[in-house]
């Protein structure tokens, strides 16, 4: 079982700048790809952006692609994503998730293991 907790998130003005932290518990963390997800109140959960095992191939929704970057330093067992020129409409609970196999899988249901969320709010 590998359980993760997200931190990083806060209030930041529109423009502003925020990294997110998802640190994992266990060293087979290496095995997994990671992603990212948000959740606005009301909305569905939606993909935000994912990592392969090794960090070779990254992924984007086009809503943040160009703004967001998303790493890992396996050697932590921590995975981030970088946020830049924050949009009011970024505002969510951002969640970092787990899955082994592929990265390029952008449903919440494929995705095995989950951490709590952080709250990001960018105000206008």
């Known amino acids: 079982q590998v359980q993760l907790v997200e931190s990083g998130g806060g209030l930041v003005q529109a423009g502003g700048s925020l990294r997110l932290s998802c640190a994992a518990s266990?060293?087979?963390?290496?095995?997994?790809?990671m992603g990212w997800f948000r959740q606005a109140p009301g909305k569905e959960r939606e993909f935000v952006a994912a990592?392969?095992?090794?960090?070779?191939?990254?992924y984007y929704a086009d809503s943040v692609k160009g703004r967001f970057t998303i790493s890992r330093d396996n050697a932590m067992n921590t995975v981030y994503l970088q946020m830049n020129s924050l949009k009011p409409e970024d505002t969510a609970v951002y969640y970092c998730?787990?899955?082994?196999?592929?990265?390029?899988?952008?449903?919440?249901?494929?995705?095995?293991?989950w951490g709590q969320g952080t709250q990001v709010t960018v105000s206008s």
């Open positions: 998730a787990g899955r082994p196999g592929s990265a390029s899988v952008y449903f919440a249901y494929a995705y095995d293991y």
């Open positions: 266990q060293r087979t963390f290496s095995n997994y790809a």
């Open positions: 990592i392969s095992w090794n960090g070779g191939s990254t």
